[in-house]
């Protein structure tokens, strides 16, 4: 998990929200993906943006309504970086 001092509790929330839910492998590569090492916060946040986008994809509609507010904040912090940054996009 990330570090909660750091700014990224949204991600240590989600990131939770798949293990309470069952979805272990979603949690670790959303893990891994936050633990890997970056050269720049925009590269970082591209990173993360694009595997939140693609677990919010790829799991069951009824875990994505679940964790309907824990990937609303994921994706309000990664548009800080990366304006053009939607859930849903391609």
Request: hydrophobic share 40%; proline share 3%.
């Amino acid at each position: 998990m990330a570090n909660n001092s750091s700014g990224l509790s949204c991600f240590d929330n989600l990131e939770n929200g798949l293990l309470g839910l069952g979805l272990v492998e979603d949690a670790r590569r959303l893990h891994g993906t936050l633990v890997s090492v970056y050269t720049t916060s925009s590269e970082m946040f591209g990173e993360i943006g694009e595997m939140v986008r693609h677990i919010h994809r790829t799991i069951p509609e009824s875990a994505r309504v679940e964790l309907r507010s824990e990937f609303a904040a994921c994706a309000r912090l990664v548009r800080g970086y990366w304006p053009e940054f939607t859930i849903d996009g391609p």
